[in-house]
């Protein structure tokens, strides 16, 4: 079964309190799960990565077999297909979380999309960020 993933990942002040989104979805284009994390804090492309991770996590939870990853960070998107070296070492061991959950479907893909595009994950990381904010 293929799954799709949308995931984004903010920090407002980067770094600062941070939270990732995630929407999958199935080829049909029914969400099958939506939801935010708090991360704490940390920075925007900590988040985008965290995101990308539940992402995997939970497309395998659901079944899948293989993931279609939509992210509109370019930085990780070029970085989880090697185009891009990683330099930062707490990026390095994202990478490796990412590509080890990765490791557990037949097939997974890295698609970069427009912000435009990934609204629903935006609205998860906002919605979340916004909650902490009001239980602080």
């Known amino acids: 079964?293929?799954?799709?993933?949308?995931?984004?990942?903010?920090?407002r002040g980067n770094p600062g309190p941070a939270a990732a989104g995630i929407v999958i979805k199935?080829?049909?284009?029914?969400?099958?799960?939506?939801y935010g994390e708090y991360l704490g804090?940390?920075?925007?492309n900590f988040a985008e990565y965290s995101g990308?991770?539940?992402?995997?996590?939970?497309?395998?939870?659901?079944?899948a077999t293989e993931v279609e990853c939509r992210l509109?960070?370019?930085l990780v998107t070029k970085q989880m297909r090697?185009?891009?070296?990683?330099?930062?070492?707490g990026?390095?061991?994202?990478?490796?979380?990412?590509?080890?959950?990765?490791?557990?479907f037949k097939k997974v893909t890295y698609h970069h999309i427009f912000r435009e595009q990934n609204k629903e994950a935006d609205k998860q990381v906002n919605e979340t960020l916004d909650k902490k904010n009001l239980s602080n």
């Open 1 to 11: 079964m293929k799954l799709i993933t949308f995931t984004d990942g903010g920090a």
């Open 26 to 34: 199935n080829e049909a284009g029914k969400t099958l799960a939506a």
């Open 41 to 44: 804090k940390q920075t925007n």
């Open 52 to 63: 990308l991770i539940s992402a995997l996590k939970k497309a395998k939870e659901l079944g």
């Open 72 to 74: 509109d960070s370019e």
């Open 82 to 89: 090697r185009e891009y070296k990683i330099k930062d070492p």
């Open 91 to 104: 990026l390095q061991k994202l990478f490796i979380l990412a590509y080890n959950a990765s490791t557990e």
